[in-house]
Structure formats: C-alpha cells, structure tokens
C-alpha cells in the first residue's frame, strides 16, 4: 500500500503528541503547538482564570522539550509571556507593545512572545528550560480572554 505524503504526515503528528499537548517523546521541529484561534477557542475556567483564543488551554510539557504557537485565526495574534509576579491571570492585560516584535527562545529567558503573528503563520521555537507555570496572553485580545498556561514539569 502506498500511503500519501500528508497521510505520513498526520500519523508522525498523531504520534508525537496527545490530545492535552503533552507530547509523548521529544517532538520534532518546533516540538510540541499551540494553536491560537479565538474564533474557535471559546474561554473555558482554568485553576489560574479564565483562559480562551489558545487550544489547549494549558499546555504541560517536559523540561528540554520546545513549543511554538501556530495562528490558524485569520487576524493576527500574539502569545507573550506576562511575567514571573503573576500566578494568576490579571484583570488587565500587563503587556505592552514590546509584545508584538517576537523575542526569546527559552522560559526563563524573561519576556519571550511570538510577536504578531499574521494567520497561517508560526512563531519561532521556544525550550522549556526550568521546571514552572508561565502564564501568557494576547496582546491584541488580552480581555477577550485570550490566555493560556504552560506548565513545564
């Protein structure tokens, strides 16, 4: 039987992560994806607030693995780290505009965001380096809430 290239495509992709973004091994290029889409990500309540615009919610991942998030929206976003203070997401969104130029490549590198992503795009690879809960946002849609978690264990 002779399969389609996408046909090998999906099943590596299958088999590299599971459905709650843990991935089952060390992932590929860009490791393990965030999808945002605040069209199709409706806010659900997550131990830190409420949480929308990024699937899965809550991303757990292990130390050394990298993630990267993938617009499948058709407007652009971002996800940028608040920062270390917060455990929970604030009321307001705390990012600035610094928020839309993509920077950093590690968790505990500080700020890290994917910049502005346009649709049908991807940001650049970011490792989970230090064992943590990193809270991230949008900057364009921060109240909509567009927030989600990473939790590198």
Avoid: E, K
Wanted: with cysteine; hydrophobic share 35%.
């Amino acid at each position: 039987m002779t399969r389609q290239p996408w046909t090998t495509l999906s099943l590596m992709l299958l088999a590299a992560c599971t459905a709650g973004g843990i991935p089952t091994s060390s992932g590929g290029a860009g490791g393990v994806t965030i999808d945002i889409n605040l069209t199709l990500s409706h806010p659900v309540q997550t131990p830190y607030g409420l949480s929308g615009g990024f699937t899965p919610p809550i991303t757990t991942i292990p130390v050394g693995s990298q993630f990267h998030f993938t617009n499948t929206d058709s407007f652009a976003h971002t996800g940028s780290y608040l920062g270390s203070q917060f455990t929970q997401f604030p009321a307001g969104s705390p990012l600035g505009n610094i928020a839309t130029t993509q920077s950093g490549t590690t968790l505990s590198g500080g700020m890290w965001t994917s910049g502005a992503l346009q649709p049908g795009t991807s940001s650049q690879s970011i490792t989970a380096d230090r064992a943590g809960t990193y809270l991230f946002g949008c900057f364009f849609h921060y109240g909509a809430p567009m927030r989600g978690a990473i939790i590198a264990q």
